[in-house]
Each structure stands twice: as C-alpha cells, then as structure tokens.
C-alpha cells in the first residue's frame, strides 16, 4: 500500500472519494505546510490529492509497463473522474487503488462490422489496485462503486487498452469476454450496442473467446511488468499478442510494434477527440 509523508485521513470521509480537476492544484509545489486562505489559494487539501494522484498514477504506469503516466493531476480533464481508495487496515490510513475514468467521442464499428460515430462513450482509462492488495476483491470494490457513481453499467464502457489483467478482472466479475473488434486503442465488449436502437444479435464481427488466451482484439494492449496468468491459465501477453493476429486492423497493430504504447494511443486515427 503507499504511505504518504502526511495523514490522508481527513481527505477520506469514507474509503473511496470522488475526485476531480477542480479539487487540484497540479501547478503549485511544493504545498505550503499550512492551507492557504486566500481566493485563489491552493489548499494543503488541493496539494495533497495533487500529490496522491501523481505517485498512484507513476506507480500504475510502472505496474503496466508505460513510459507515461496516463493519470497524473495536470493532465485530469475538467469532465474527467478519479476514483481513489484507502483503508487503514495497516493501523494508519494509505492509499489502495485509483481508477480514472471520463468519456470520448470514438468512430466504432458495430456487430456488423458497420463504421459508427458514438460520442461521449462511458471510457475507463486507468485502473491501478497496489500489488499488495490485488486479487482481493479491492478491484471490484473501486470498479462498483465508480459504476455506481457514474451509472454506468459495464458492458457499455470502453476500455482503454487494457491489460492481461484488466482483460482477465472483466471477464470473471463482469462474464465480459466477447469483444467487438475495433480499430482504435478502446476494446468494446458484446452488449455495448445493446440498446432499444441498436440491438442486433448478429454474431458477424464478434470475437468468439471461450477464454482470454483466444482473444483477438484488434487493439492496442498494454503491456505489464510480471507475465499475468490469466484466470487460471498461463497465457502472457505475448501469447495474447500473437493471436491477435487476425482482427481486421492486423496491420496495424504490426506496423507500430516497437513504438510506445503511450505514444501510439495519442496517435489512434479513430479518436475524434481527446477528452469531453
Ligand atoms: C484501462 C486500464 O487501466 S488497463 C490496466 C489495468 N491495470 C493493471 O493492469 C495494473 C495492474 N493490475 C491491477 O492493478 C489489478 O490487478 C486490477 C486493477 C486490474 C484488478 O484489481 P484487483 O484488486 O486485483 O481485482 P479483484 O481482486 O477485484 O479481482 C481479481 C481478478 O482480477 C484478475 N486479476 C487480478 N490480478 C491478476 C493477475 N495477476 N493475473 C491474472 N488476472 C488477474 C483476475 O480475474 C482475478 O480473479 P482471480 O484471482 O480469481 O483469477
């Protein structure tokens, strides 16, 4: 669990809170030791989440293989959320997980393979539990309650090239493991076209996946650090990466290999726009 240099215990009335850009003062360091009163003024409150932010953000990038943070307090747009959750079960509070989560316009196909617009798609970008609390249910506690919070249900939020183990959490809490190939960094599972619209069942375009190790996702993964064991088999993410080999943007994917992840996930030409 990660320990702060302060007590975070008056920042969490309860074990998960909401937080988001306007509660942070990403430009102001060091925070002075007292909370500023004037207007204008970051608060020692402001400075702290600022704080919390960049080291749970570093420390998720490094748990998934990312040169960049992808959650850090400068870069948390006005309409995006950060999930952030403590416990004291150590004797003194410190912080567990972070999730981040917001909304994108994308260019998605559909079950039909059909090219669509979707704007303001429910997005999870990051999703972080510390190593010393993983796979104990601390993951599904954070995800519930963002669900929660943002009424959104899982099957219609995107995912933001998620990991071997983002891919294995989804499948076991959510029975999510059918995705919809896409030509962007987002996975799409089955479900997400599911409404009084465009509810189509046509198989046509769906991955068929008894397991994650079949998956081919036509996307972008994120790499990690350890090899994951997904579920209770043994496939990698190379394994994972190899047979995503017949998506229909293959291509692709092969002529970034190399690249940063980070870097080919600004450069997605099917992202409308970042953030909303
Ligand atoms: C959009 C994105 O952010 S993608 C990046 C997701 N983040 C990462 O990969 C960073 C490292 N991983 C983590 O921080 C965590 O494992 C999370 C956030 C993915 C899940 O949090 P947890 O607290 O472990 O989840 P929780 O305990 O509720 O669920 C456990 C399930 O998640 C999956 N999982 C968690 N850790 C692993 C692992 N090491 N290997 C394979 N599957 C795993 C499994 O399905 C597991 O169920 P199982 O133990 O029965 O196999």
Known sequence: MVEFAFDIKHLFPQSIIRVQAHSLSPKVAP?????????????RSSCRLSEILNVMGKLSADAQGLRHAVTSAD???????????????????????????????LFVFDQGGCYRRFNQTPAILDFYVHESRQRCGQGKLLFEWMLEKQGWSPQKCSVDRPSNKMLAFMAKHY????????????????????????????ASGLQATGSIRNQSQGHYK???????????GHANRNTVQNDANSGPFRKDQKAVSGTSLYRRRWNSPLTLASMQ
């Not at 994120?222 to 209770?232: I, K, M, P, S, W």
């Open 175 to 202: 029975d999510l493991v059918r995705t919809i190939p896409q030509g962007n960094n987002f996975v799409l599972y089955e479900g997400f076209f599911d409404d009084p619209i465009t509810t189509s069942k046509s």
């Open 222 to 232: 994120r790499q990690e650090h350890e090899q994951a064991q997904v579920g209770h």
């Open 31 to 43: 925070c002075r030791p007292y909370p500023h009163t004037n207007r204008g003024q970051p608060t």
């Open 75 to 105: 870069k948390l747009a006005p309409d995006q959320v950060v999930y952030l959750m403590a416990d004291k079960a150590a004797g003194h509070w410190e912080i567990t997980g972070l999730l981040k989560v917001g909304t994108k316009d």
